[in-house]
């Protein structure tokens, strides 16, 4: 397992960015597949977008294309969620998630650590 801290998060008006940092630690970071996901109030968490372990290739929420981007930047054992455009439904606990998956990108049950989250809030 990695260790996984999350920053960036912060309150932002509509139509506004944020850039959400998640740091590593752990040798074995570059090994890992990175997800992002949300969790609203009162909601289950969701999936928003994933990258494999070289940064090669990269999965979204349909929600969250064109909006969202994640990368990652191995030597500084760091995955990254930038998003812009956000909407008031965008609110909620960002969490940075690693896992030794190549499929199921968007299921929680593949990645067996997570950060504590960060929370994002866009106001209207």
């Known amino acids: 397992q990695v260790q996984l801290v999350e920053s960036g998060g912060g309150l932002v008006q509509a139509g506004g960015s944020l850039r959400l940092s998640c740091a590593a630690s752990?040798?074995?970071?570059?090994?890992?597949?990175m997800a992002w996901f949300r969790q609203a109030p009162g909601k289950e968490r969701e999936f928003v977008a994933a990258i494999n372990w070289r940064g090669s290739s990269t999965y979204y929420a349909n929600s969250m294309k064109g909006r969202f981007t994640i990368s990652r930047d191995n030597a500084k054992n760091t995955v990254y969620l930038q998003m812009k455009s956000l909407k008031p439904e965008d609110t909620a606990v960002y969490y940075c998630?690693?896992?030794?998956?190549?499929?199921?990108?968007?299921?929680?049950?593949?990645?067996?650590?997570w950060g504590q989250g960060t929370q994002v809030t866009v106001s209207s």
């Open positions: 752990g040798r074995t970071f570059s090994s890992y597949g």
């Open positions: 998630a690693a896992g030794e998956t190549d499929t199921n990108w968007s299921e929680v049950y593949e990645y067996d650590s």
